[in-house]
């Protein structure tokens, strides 16, 4: 991804909502934490697209001043305090009712995932643990 891509939408994405978030955290607000803990999911699934959809957009000439300019206000519609928020329609018709729906296969999934990292991590630990006994 450009820097010059990258680092408005970061700025964007991840300045007011840290701060708007530690806000509501130290407040102890608990609707604002809720809400900002939904911006945050809404946020990791634009990341996730981003990463797909990036390499296929990226490479178009007239896509890099539209494509930040979109990517940026989408962004801040996902922020703004209303009650039509893009956080708050995207997490509650898209991402909540779509996790529901596929809720048990994820959890076996994150499951499995979950032991695999812990397996493999312990491979490496143990055989960077006989490698440090040799030497």
């Known amino acids: 991804m450009d820097p010059y891509i990258w680092i408005p939408r970061t700025v964007i994405a991840v ?39 990036d390499p296929l957009v990226d490479p178009l000439a007239f896509s890099f001043p539209y494509y930040l300019i979109l990517k940026c206000c989408f962004l801040i519609w996902c922020m703004v305090p209303t009650e039509w928020n893009g956080t708050l329609i995207i997490f509650e018709k898209i991402i909540f009712p779509v996790y529901q729906l596929h809720q048990d296969d994820i959890e076996e999934r994150s499951e499995i995932a979950k032991v695999n990292i812990k397996d493999k991590l312990e491979m490496i630990l143990r055989r960077d643990k006989f490698e440090l006994k040799r030497h």
């Open 15 to 53: 300045a007011y909502p840290l701060y708007s978030s530690l806000e509501a955290v130290l407040s102890e607000n608990v609707e604002a934490a809720f809400d900002w803990l939904k911006y945050w999911s809404v946020l990791a699934v634009f990341s996730l697209l981003e990463l797909i959809l």
